[in-house]
């Protein structure tokens, strides 16, 4: 089955002088994002509950609650919950870029964009691979 992509802004850029977005992520055990590259933004995340299984470039990272992972522009990253309930992760996106928008649609349309590459590269990211 197709993953299910429960995200939601927590911080919007206009309320920080376009500075950054903050992000709200709910994951189901056993599922993440694809292998991706931000061609532009650096993004932080923080595990408010749950285990992650992190891929930043060629490290891989197992975080619980307070542990966090910084990702700098263009470095592969992905992560899975590793746990047997689901996990929330906060995110930051610096600079915000059309992350808000990308995020939105993102929830909004999935599974019913076709080519997810190309959805992505609209947004000035790459995939890499599959998810973990």
Known sequence: TAPKFNIRCIVPSSSVNGALAGFEQITVPG???PLHTHREESEIFHVIAGRFRFVVGDDTLELGPGGYAIIPPGEPHTFKNIGDT???LHFEMVPPGTTE???DRLVREFP??????AFFDQYGMDLNGPPL
């Open 31 to 33: 599922e993440g994002p």
């Open 86 to 88: 689901d996990g929330v």
């Open 101 to 103: 928008e990308f995020f």
């Open 112 to 117: 019913d964009i076709t080519d997810l590459a």
